[in-house]
Nanobody, 121 residues
Framework: QVQLEESGGGEVQAGDSLRLSCAAS????????TGWFRQAAGKEREFVAG????????PYGYSVAGRFTISRDNDKNTVYLQMNDLKPEDTAIYYC??????????????WGQGTQVTVSS
């Protein structure tokens, strides 16, 4: 079993930055790929960013490419999502997930509870 806990969300102004963290605990957490997703109210869940077990970063979601960056600290079993130049349309609950592979449209085995990001104009 793997437990995931997101943190770092909050309320910011358009143009601000936030860094989300996804702390993993449990057995063999290092063998999993990681994905970041978001879900805005009334909308479907959207893939944001992903990193393979090897550290390879998969293509970002089109709406965040160039503004968001995924990274990790293996010593802390933590994956980060640096979000720059935030826009009101980035408002959503952000989730991290772990599975065998990273990317949109793949199955993830473990999910966190999510952290709210609210961006005002």
């Amino acid at each position: 079993q793997v437990q995931l806990e997101e943190s770092g969300g909050g309320e910011v102004q358009a143009g601000d930055s936030l860094r989300l963290s996804c702390a993993a605990s449990g057995r063999d957490v290092s063998i999993y790929a990681t994905g970041w997703f978001r879900q805005a109210a009334g909308k479907e869940r959207e893939f944001v960013a992903g990193m393979a077990r090897s550290g390879l970063v998969v293509p970002y979601g089109y709406s965040v490419a160039g503004r968001f960056t995924i990274s990790r600290d293996n010593d802390k079993n933590t994956v980060y999502l640096q979000m720059n130049d935030l826009k009101p349309e980035d408002t959503a609950i952000y989730y991290c997930a772990k599975g065998s592979v990273a990317g949109p449209g793949v199955k993830y085995d473990y999910w966190g509870q999510g952290t709210q990001v609210t961006v005002s104009s």
